[in-house]
């Protein structure tokens, strides 16, 4: 679950490296990569903020 957190994070903090095509293929969702992980965190991690690209500075 740990790994899966990280990869998560960095997903959100890169969202430029998530590929649309399989996300869409992978778990059928139609807003965007970026709109579906950071449902994903809030719906996980309902506690914490989404990370963000300024959040590794």
Do not use: C, I, N
């Not at 740990?2 to 869409?24: D, I, M, N, W, Y």
């Not at 996980?44 to 690209?53: A, F, G, H, Q, R």
Request: charged share 40%; net charge negative; proline share 9%.
């Amino acid at each position: 679950m740990a790994q899966f957190r990280r990869e998560l994070r960095r997903a959100l903090t890169h969202p430029g490296e998530v590929p649309e095509s399989e996300l869409r293929r992978e778990v059928q969702y139609d807003g965007g990569a970026e709109k579906f992980l950071r449902r994903l965190w809030g719906d996980l991690y309902p506690e914490e903020p989404v990370p963000s690209k300024d959040d590794e500075k």
